[in-house]
């Protein structure tokens, strides 16, 4: 049975009208005769950017003015009518020059097919228009001619408008005997949320990751025929794309995770790899000037030379000796590569450049392209190595890339011919060929079957169950419609009143604002909304306002971190990346910031294989044994026996640095400077001080006065940079010593102890200090049976619960404790852990250990959940972890052992490399370091 339905865009209803009365194909301008064309017409009218006779227009100069002539067209308006409303008179010149050309030259635009189709009769047929728009005069007389003769017509469209009024072309169809229906809108608005990703790049991945989820989730849809559940399928998930550029980027990464895409990738044609090496080659071989060393290697490098990988790097290391590499130069190395075609491309460079000199005739120009990819082998070779190499997408877009390429040249060449240029230059022939395929693609792979619909946004978007749209950002302020440059909106108001249908600004903005609520409009069960919450460099964009129009909640939209180099596993693609980030989260994070992950951490760890295994325990490569000196591993012994608190992390992160910093003196050699080392001892010997006087602000500033005059040299305390650094240290003490007293005024404990040490009897420190030092015992078989620590608390406050002391050890730090605390959480330092088992001997049950920025005023650490109002601030929640004093305990005592397993290994010698982020970055011996993080001698210079 035929039915007879044909459904098509509105850009193919003139020529499908135009088939059905029986018209014969007209004959229009190709893309490359208008370019050449518009060239010339606005060359002669003296056009700005076009009035330059020794360098070409630009390209968006020749666009801008065909789109002008094209809507001028469109609206029947003559060149004397844009002239007299306001416009360019140059522009109105060109535009008469180009219809005087094109009517001499027996070409037909959209207008004369039009007129043609009116003259002829528009056949009659039954009609049915889904949301239709009439951006021209011509568009509405012909909708209008197709609805006057149709057997019936009907008309389907939305309120998309935010007054809920009728779309404006719609009082037009009253006059035809249209009669309006108002229907109740039965579509329930789906949930939506938001994400966000780092950079263009990172959200389209994101995206793609988001569809991956959901279609791993197994869940059902309702059908959209039936009513009735169904398991869900990728053509349920549409992808909606604000342009070209962010389509092709969701589609590659859709293809990357394996998810099936109905919607075929495609390519622009200057981005097939073999056109780009022909055109650059063409370039390189016609411009003596563009032929330099930089391009010549680069080119080399491709596989359509003929050169093998082992070949190109023989070669380029030849060239690179002498100091060459151009085109030109290549015969010098042309039989030393024993590659036939290299050696024949290398020796008729000359020759192909001196056929390309000066004005040559079209069609020798295209032959001498063709020569390059058949005679000269780019063709073959760039087969070749796909095959090789099992590229076979590469090697169908090469092929499709070739013959959009020669289609091109020819076209180019007709249109040539047809303006009666016989000759140009090689130059100028290949501006015109590039242009003429910037707005071509090629399809990189065929379409699926069943498989997610990606889209751009626009007027005919189909619904979905699940709608992911992205690329949803502006600026700071919403973005303004653009006037067009040759067409204001002062000369579109002029003609619209003699009757032409011009879109204004105004009318683009708000067209936007219907994209955006069809959007909305085609999820039926979930909408997610991306947008790239911070840029590619790191700063923090504004949460777009395009979310708050959808009353999206600030709580319903989540971004992910800067830095943040894994996926959830929610998002991993595959089992590798999943126990990547199930391995960076035990290893870095703890248990109380995993949140949601942690059963899927457990999970993946649970089933880890013995080769996950070696990864995890980072010992994927063979392990390294570091020979040291017989004098230094004397020394590890006794050192081993007795360390102090500081000294303990920086002999468990570097044993190198130790002996460098501590033990031989080594320093940077640069003049003498008031450093943060300085800086940070006179902080502490102030507050020191000041605590113990209730930290009372009185006498701050003479007691700061006092320590800067005893610890500056005399020769710097006037410099510039003493006097900034010392109202900076002020101002940081004069902060941070009010927040104390307010601090320990309303919490209820009390400061007891300044620099309570242990092991240590120097001056300075408090009254009740220990002569003796904490012993820990070893792990049995160890060298040494145990070993003393030796330190000095900063402070430690008190509270007192029925007659027991309970403290909490505060070390104070320059800048922010953020650092030293992640260290603490990694196990890569000990300090807090050492505070915590040193104050039982005075004593004092230890119920947390904070580190206190002196410049942050900000306090990092832990404390028991029981004694968290009494130590904490309001103010610093999420910065203090508190824990129950079982997990208090256990974690304290995790660290512990930690660090006696660290100092037996230091006691037998043995020196571990281990990879702790990037500290090497920060270290004074980086230059002389024979170790380095990632391995002996491996500290990279960037």
């Known amino acids: 049975v035929t039915l007879g339905l044909a459904v098509q865009s509105p850009g193919r209803l003139l020529p499908t009208l135009e088939s059905r009365a029986g018209l014969p194909a007209p004959r229009t301008l190709s893309d490359a005769l208008e370019r050449l064309l518009i060239d010339e017409c606005a060359r002669a009218a003296r056009v700005p950017l076009f009035d330059d006779e020794e360098h070409d227009a630009p390209a968006g100069a020749v666009a801008a003015v065909a789109k002008l002539i094209r809507s001028l067209r469109r609206n029947r ?25 094109r009517i001499a030259l027996g070409y037909v635009d959209e207008t004369d097919r039009v007129d043609g189709l009116l003259q002829a009769g528009v056949p009659s047929m039954a009609i049915v228009l889904e949301d239709p728009t009439f951006p021209s005069r011509i568009s509405w007389e012909l909708a209008r001619a197709a609805i006057d003769t149709s057997s019936s017509c009907h008309i389907g469209s939305s309120d998309l408008a935010f007054d809920r009024a009728l779309a404006d072309w719609t009082v037009q169809l009253a006059a035809l005997g249209f009669t309006t229906r108002r229907e109740t809108d039965t579509l329930t608005t789906a949930p939506a949320h938001a994400i966000g990703g ?9 995206v793609a990751r988001e569809m991956l989820a959901l279609l791993r989730a197994g869940a059902t849809v309702r059908d959209e025929t039936t009513g009735a559940p169904r398991s869900r399928r990728a053509s349920d998930i549409l992808g909606i794309a604000p342009t070209r550029y962010y389509l092709g980027l969701l589609a590659d990464a859709c293809t990357r995770l394996g998810i099936p895409v109905a919607s075929p990738r495609t390519r622009d044609t200057l981005d097939v790899p073999l056109v780009r090496a022909l055109l650059e080659t063409f370039r390189l071989v016609a411009d003596p000037d563009e032929d330099t060393p930089e391009r010549g290697l680069a080119l080399l490098a491709t596989p359509y030379v003929g050169l093998s990988a082992a070949k190109h790097d023989s070669l380029s290391r030849a060239l690179l000796l002498k100091g060459i590499g151009s085109l030109r130069t290549w015969r010098r190395v042309g039989e030393a590569s024993r590659s036939p075609r290299f050696a024949k491309l290398a020796n008729n460079v000359a020759t192909l450049a001196a056929r390309l000199q000066g004005e040559r005739a079209p069609r020798e120009l295209a032959h001498a392209l063709t020569t390059l990819g058949l005679d000269f082998g780019f063709l073959s070779s760039g087969r070749r190595a796909n095959l090789a190499a099992s590229r076979d997408d590469t090697l169908r877009l090469d092929q499709q890339g070739w013959e959009a390429l020669t289609a091109a040249a020819e076209e180019l060449n007709d249109a040539l011919r047809e303006l009666g240029i016989n000759r140009l230059t090689a130059r100028r022939w290949l501006t015109e060929l590039t242009e ?20 751009i946004a626009g007027a005919g978007l189909p619904s979905a169950a699940h709608v992911f749209a992205l690329g949803w950002r502006e600026g700071l302020v919403p973005r303004r419609a653009r006037e067009e440059p040759l067409l204001p909106d002062r000369v579109k108001r002029v003609l619209n009143a003699q009757g032409a249908m011009l879109p204004l600004s105004t009318d683009r903005a708000s067209m936007e604002l219907e994209r955006r609520d069809r959007v909305r409009r085609a999820a039926r069960e979930s909408l997610t909304i991306s947008w790239p919450a911070t840029s590619e460099d790191g700063s923090t964009q504004l949460p777009s306002f395009y979310l708050d129009d959808l009353d999206i909640k600030r709580e319903a939209r989540v971004a992910r971190t800067v830095g943040d180099t894994t996926w959830r596993l929610g998002l991993a693609a595959g089992r590798g ?5 199930a391995t960076m989260l035990a290893r870095h994070r703890t248990a109380s910031t995993v949140g949601a992950e942690l059963d899927a951490v457990r999970s993946a760890l649970s089933s880890i294989s013995a080769a996950e295994r070696c990864a995890y325990d980072g010992e994927l490569h063979a392990g390294q044994v570091i020979q040291l000196p017989s004098e230094i591993l004397a020394e590890c012994t006794p050192m081993a026996g007795i360390m102090s608190a500081s000294q303990a992390k920086q002999v468990v992160s570097c044993l190198y640095q130790h002996f460098g910093n501590r033990r031989l003196g080594l320093a940077q050699l640069m003049a003498p400077q008031l450093d943060q080392l300085r800086l940070g001892s006179i902080a502490h010997c102030v507050l020191n001080e000041v605590g113990r006087a209730g930290f009372d602000a009185t006498h701050l500033e003479a007691t700061l006065d006092r320590w800067w005059k005893k610890e500056v040299p005399h020769d710097q305390i ?28 309303q919490s209820g404990c009390r400061a007891e102890f300044f620099e309570l040490a242990f092991g240590l009897d120097d001056d300075g420190r408090d009254p009740l200090s220990l002569a003796a030092g904490l012993e820990v015992k070893l792990p049995p078989g160890s060298a040494l049976a145990s070993s003393t620590l030796r330190g000095s ?7 007192e619960r029925d007659g027991k002391r309970y403290g909490v ?70 910065k203090v972890d508190v824990m129950e004093p079982a997990e208090f305990t256990a974690f304290m005592h995790a660290r512990q052992e930690a660090l006696r397993a660290e100092i037996a290994r230091l006691a037998r010698g043995e020196l571990k490399v281990k990879h702790r982020k990037d500290d090497c970055k ?4 980086r230059p002389v370091c024979r170790i380095g993080t990632f391995g002996a001698g491996g500290v990279i210079e960037e």
């Open 718 to 745: 006037d410099t510039p940079e003493a006097v900034f650094n010392r109202e900076i240290l002020l101002g940081n003490l004069a902060a941070l010593v009010e927040q104390e007293r307010e601090h320990l005024r």
């Open 922 to 925: 920060f270290c004074d011996l």
């Open 793 to 799: 608390i900063d402070r430690v406050d008190i509270v």
């Open 809 to 878: 050890a505060i070390d104070y730090k320059s800048g922010r404790g953020k650092s030293y605390w992640d260290d603490t959480q990694e196990m890569a330092d000990f300090q807090l852990a050492i505070y915590c088992e040193a104050l039982p001997m005075f004593g004092i049950e230890p119920v947390g250990a904070v580190y206190l920025g002196v410049s942050s005023q900000e306090r990092y650490g832990v404390v028991r959940s029981d004694f968290a109002s009494h130590f904490t601030r309001a103010e610093e929640t999420g």
């Open 577 to 581: 990346e999943r126990m990547t980030r």
């Open 77 to 101: 308006v003559a060149p004397s009518q844009f002239a007299e409303a306001g416009g360019d008179a140059r522009v109105a010149d060109a535009y008469r020059l180009f219809e005087e050309r």
């Open 436 to 455: 003429l395929l910037e707005g071509s693609s090629v399809r990189v792979d065929a379409k699926a079957l069943d498989g997610v619909h990606i889209t």
């Open 198 to 206: 780092v950079g263009t790049h990172d959200e389209v991945e994101l």
